[in-house]
């Protein structure tokens, strides 16, 4: 049975020995033969234990079947870049064959120049140019997993693609990608790129400066709240905390609740004191959240929030309300 044969290979990865290679190949090979669907240790244990013929069969049939797959298949592309380590004389000839701006091709290129053998770049030029836009998505994928940078200019070509998978992936792609400060603070301070990579573009700016870098605490300001929210996770490695008071003062209620939360790890009289003043925010999450903020006698709260009780109609806020009012999970003291 299937689980049965899973289990035996994972047992057989984390036990095998030089010594049982033989064995631990021919099952694995057993299995890769029976399905074409195989478990990823089997192709792992052929990489690990196989002879070199065994590692040049494997590298074929793996990308063979990566050039011809339109999703990842668990395990492929591990069990190449052993192989391509173990071997890559023999196995580089084998696999570069299979190169190709495809799905597929680009995963494969992108495995051969993680394992330190060149790939012409123009693979992924073509790739990124491709009329279909999971192509296009692919190849900004793959460039991050070669540990390449899109240039500025694709980034901003990309940044106007009309298909929200290329999109996504550009997003991905400007986090995990070497794009310099100065970039990166191009496309921050370019409004009229979408919100979801700009606030990449804050994230990976984070590496390159200082906790409280003056463009981080601008980016707090930003009028895009996925924006706003990355500077605030970024600036959470200031030391003084000052960020948490501009972001209090927000426009959008999701900065002000995150704001508050992170206030409160950090000092929890004092987020109680600011959560009185956002008892009346016009964003019922923020009422509620300020409201489980709230520290100090439960007499005193009860007097507080019992006349709020009867004029919220929030049923968030209303729920809040009760917790506190009940004595529920709140920081208060008696």
């Known amino acids: 049975p299937r689980p049965v044969l899973r289990a035996a290979l994972a047992w057989a990865l984390r036990r095998g020995r030089d010594d049982d290679a033989r064995a631990l190949t021919a099952l694995a090979w057993q299995c890769l033969d029976a399905s074409s669907v195989a478990p990823a240790a089997a192709w792992e244990l052929v990489a690990r234990f196989g002879t070199d013929d065994d590692l040049r069969l494997l590298a074929e049939r793996a990308a063979r079947t990566l050039a011809r797959a339109r999703h990842e298949v668990d395990g492929l592309v591990p069990a190449l870049e052993r192989a391509l380590a173990r071997s890559p004389v023999e196995v580089d000839a084998l696999v570069r064959a299979f190169v190709s701006s495809s799905e597929g091709g680009l995963r494969i290129a992108a495995a051969l120049h993680r394992a330190g053998l060149a790939v012409d770049p123009s693979v992924f030029d073509e790739a990124l140019a491709d009329p279909v836009p999971e192509v296009r998505a692919a190849a900004l994928r793959a460039l991050v997993a070669a540990g390449r940078a899109p240039s500025a200019d694709t980034v901003r070509a990309l940044a106007r693609d009309g298909h929200p998978g290329v999109r996504a992936a550009l997003a991905d792609a400007v986090r995990g990608a070497a794009l310099d ?14 919100g979801d ?17 003056a463009r981080l605490r601008a980016a707090l300001d930003d009028t895009d709240d996925g924006v706003a929210l990355e500077a605030l996770r970024a600036l959470d490695a200031s030391p003084d905390g000052a960020h948490l008071d501009a972001a209090l003062a927000h426009h959008n209620g999701t900065v002000v609740v995150e704001a508050l939360m992170r206030l409160r790890e950090r000092d929890p009289e004092r987020a109680s004191a600011r959560a009185l003043t956002l008892l009346g925010h016009g964003a019922p999450a923020v009422r509620a959240a300020s409201i489980r903020c709230l520290r100090g006698p439960r007499r005193v709260l009860r007097a507080l929030l019992a006349e709020r009780l009867q004029r919220e109609d929030d049923d968030e806020v209303r729920a809040a309300l009760d917790e506190v009012l009940a004595g529920g999970p709140v920081p208060v003291e008696v």
Do not use: G, I
């Not at 990579?197 to 870098?213: C, G, K, M, Y």
């Open 197 to 213: 990579l700009r606030a990449a573009a804050v994230s990976a700016l984070a590496a390159h400066v200082a906790p409280d870098d």
């Open 181 to 194: 400060a100065h970039e990166l603070t191009a496309l921050l301070s370019d409004r009229t790129l979408d």
